[in-house]
């Protein structure tokens, strides 16, 4: 079983709906949750953490964490057609530096 | 500021050669990160350096592959006797993290894309 699963796609959606983006993690010592935005091409770039269990709101993008249920989940609102990108869902354990990646959901908004 | 920068952007490289890729942290980020990403794959991590202690080489897949950062800024990742399933995107990382805070954002550099023929 990978650590940090994401289902491939791609997921389409049309302009102005909501995506929803998911991930579930294997480890129960994961404290810290990261979604990134990767263009083709390009390097990942961090749009949102996650802490605690919840939502947290930024502006379109809200993060949702289960702990119990060990699921991440980013939802955007309003999709754009620049929003069509790899969402990559990280993870990071308690005193441990480094983060675990998914492999990734792309992303394709159609206009 | 300036950002996170590799050098080079691309590199071709025939089977069996030795190569050197850099890493130029954000100034001051006592953190830096590699990791290895193949077409269609997430990022995979490689190696950790706090200043110039290298933390945790887990990821590194073979004795091929060997990482510095000497002076606790910029960082080198050689592969030597390089083969074909190394050809990747090789992506750098760095933040402002201290061990035992929580973690802070990794920025990332655009990468050094390695071919292997």
């Known amino acids: 079983q990978k650590e940090v699963e994401q289902n491939s796609g791609p997921l389409s959606v049309p302009e102005g709906a909501i995506a929803s983006l998911n991930c579930t993690y294997s480890?129960?010592?994961?404290?810290?949750f990261f979604w990134y935005r990767q263009y083709s091409g390009k390097s990942p770039e961090l749009i949102m953490s996650i802490y605690s269990n919840g939502d947290k709101e930024d502006g379109r993008f809200t993060a949702q964490l289960n702990k119990a249920s060990q699921y991440v989940s980013l939802l955007i609102r309003d999709s754009q057609p620049s929003d069509s990108a790899t969402y990559l869902c990280a993870v990071n354990k308690i005193r441990d530096d480094k983060i675990i990646f998914g492999k990734g959901t792309r992303l394709h908004i159609l206009p | 500021g300036a950002g996170v920068s590799q050098s080079p952007r691309y590199k071709v490289a025939k089977r069996g050669q030795d190569v050197a890729l850099r890493c130029d942290p954000i100034?001051?980020?006592?953190?830096l990160f590699w990791y290895q990403q193949a077409l269609g794959q997430g990022p995979e991590f490689l190696t950790y350096?706090?200043?110039?202690?290298?933390?945790?080489k887990s990821g590194l897949p073979s004795d091929r592959f060997f990482a510095e950062r000497p002076e606790g800024s910029v960082s080198t990742l050689k592969i030597q006797r390089t083969q074909q399933e190394d050809s990747a995107v090789y992506l750098c990382?760095?933040?402002?993290?201290?061990?035992?805070?929580?973690?802070?954002?990794?920025?990332f550099g655009p990468g050094t894309r390695l071919l292997v023929l």
């Open positions: 480890d129960r010592g994961s404290q810290s």
């Open positions: 100034s001051g980020h006592v953190s």
């Open positions: 350096f706090q200043n110039e202690a290298q933390l945790d």
């Open positions: 990382a760095s933040s402002s993290r201290l061990a035992g805070v929580i973690q802070e954002t990794q920025y």
